[in-house]
């Protein structure tokens, strides 16, 4: 099983740009997919959940209103659309995979998750 997340690059404050993790090995339709992200000295923290064949979970509130996330069922591939980036925006984004049983948190916690993508950079400049 391996999620790839790709898409993080730097950008000026203001600007968007698309993450997408893309699962091979498993089916996105029997998990809850999740972004999460590490900024410079912070703890990783969840952002948003996405499950059930697209539907939408869960935004934290640091990014709701700025960032859509979003599923391609036939390519098993999770987006997440970030706009209106700002300098605190920047971090490592990771994906990750939550299996079905059991109850789900929100925030997401990460020792729920059962596979975790290997993370992708987003540099957001002043």
């Known amino acids: 099983v391996q999620l790839q997340a790709s898409g993080g690059g730097l950008v000026q404050a203001g600007g968007s740009l698309t993450l997408s993790c893309t699962g091979f090995?498993?089916?996105?339709?029997?998990?809850?997919i999740g972004w999460f992200r590490q900024a410079p000295g912070k703890e990783r923290e969840g952002i948003s959940c996405?499950?059930?064949?697209?539907?939408?979970?869960w935004y934290s509130d640091s990014v709701r209103g700025r960032l859509v996330i979003s599923s391609e069922n036939a390519k098993n591939t999770v987006y997440l659309q970030m706009k209106s980036l700002k300098p605190e925006d920047t971090a490592v984004y990771y994906c990750a995979a939550r299996g079905s049983s059991g109850t789900y948190y929100y925030p997401p916690r990460e020792y729920d998750q059962n596979f975790w993508g290997q993370g992708t950079l987003v540099t957001v400049s002043s």
């Open positions: 090995g498993l089916s996105f339709d029997d998990y809850e």
């Open positions: 996405i499950r059930d064949g697209g539907e939408v979970m």
